[in-house]
């Protein structure tokens, strides 16, 4: 089955009581029992909700995983991953990666005496270097949020193998419709939902996806027993939005070439930061590993000037200047005091967080337009 009718097909069957094609939004908490230890496969909706189980199976299948598990955003997930490491263990990380990220494993995770390294990955020979007995996680996101690096997952997946280590993989900027990671060798798929998935900036989730029993066991028991689970009305949403991921990345993908190109030919423009060129530091991995290169940019301004980034981001008129991506409208964000304030500016300015940094999530107006808006603003 291709992707696109498994978004709108899998683990998704007609309601049984009434036919209905959409899967119902079971608001319920508690489900009556026909005896005691007799159910029909639901208890209590922490642990299982059938709108929220039908988008599990649904993700699974799209990431070509067995096990699928939802959150209450994506950094709750993030959340339930590094909670099946014990103190004392190791984690081993991009040095370039989502500021939330960050936070949670420094001002949450270390007090409890977990170990983060932060390392570039765009040689693999930086993971080797750290790796020893205490190391229990590699966490990657490819491509990186925001400066658009691109890490070879099937590289990392070797290393994490041969050293018996976990490798979890933040998909978000690809979505399963570019880049399935459980393929390339990883043990672990998260999700922010919120973005590309739901697709329509109207719900807050985060999702899992793993092949592993074991491991699908263990994210089953934290999520149960920390209860940051997705309500059914946002997992209704969710589903309703996969449904469209095949239609909606081919179009971030279009307009993404279309300005990544007039950006690197614009003079007030530095650099843009985008896999999809040739001259792109691991663009042959991205060609590899990706489908397509998605409609994530970054790029900086000549004079590196913070006033003149200040400026540009709030001249747009269909660029919206809001923190999140991944939605049918354009977004564009400064990192350097939005999204990734949390990571301290020395830390930010050596993977090239600059001041004059401007992301953008492209859209799928029509290309024409986001191109006047973005001339308008740089001129």
Known sequence: MKFGTKAIHSGLEPDPATGAIMTPIYQTSTYVQDGVGKNKGYEYSRTLNPTR???????????????????????????????????????????????????????????????????????????????????????????????????????????????????????????????????????????SATKYLGGHSDVVMGALVVNDEKIAKEIYRIQNSSGAVCGPQDAFLVLRGIKTLHLRMQRHCENGKIIAEFLAAHPKVEKVYWPGFTSHPNHTVAKAQMRDFGGMISFSLKGNKLEDALNIVTKLQLFALAESLGGVESLIGHPATMTHAAIPKVEREKIGIVDSLIRLSVGVEDADDLLTDLNNALN
């Open 53 to 191: 189980h039908a988008l599990e199976k649904n993700l699974a299948a799209i990431e070509n995983g067995k096990f699928g598990a939802c959150f209450g955003s994506g950094l709750a997930a993030i959340d339930c991953v590094i909670k099946m490491l014990n103190p004392g263990d190791e984690v081993i990380s991009t040095n370039d990666l989502y500021g939330g990220s960050y936070r949670i494993f420094t001002t949450i995770f270390e007090k409890y005496g977990i170990k983060f390294h932060f390392v570039p990955m765009h040689n693999t020979k930086t993971i080797e270097e750290k790796i020893n007995d205490n190391t229990k996680l590699i966490w990657i996101e490819t491509p990186t949020n925001p400066m658009m690096n691109i890490i070879d997952v099937k590289a990392v997946a070797t290393i994490a193998k041969k050293n018996n280590v976990l490798l979890a993989v933040d998909n978000t900027f690809a979505t399963p419709y570019l880049q399935n990671p459980l393929d390339l060798g990883a043990d672990i798929v998260m999700h």
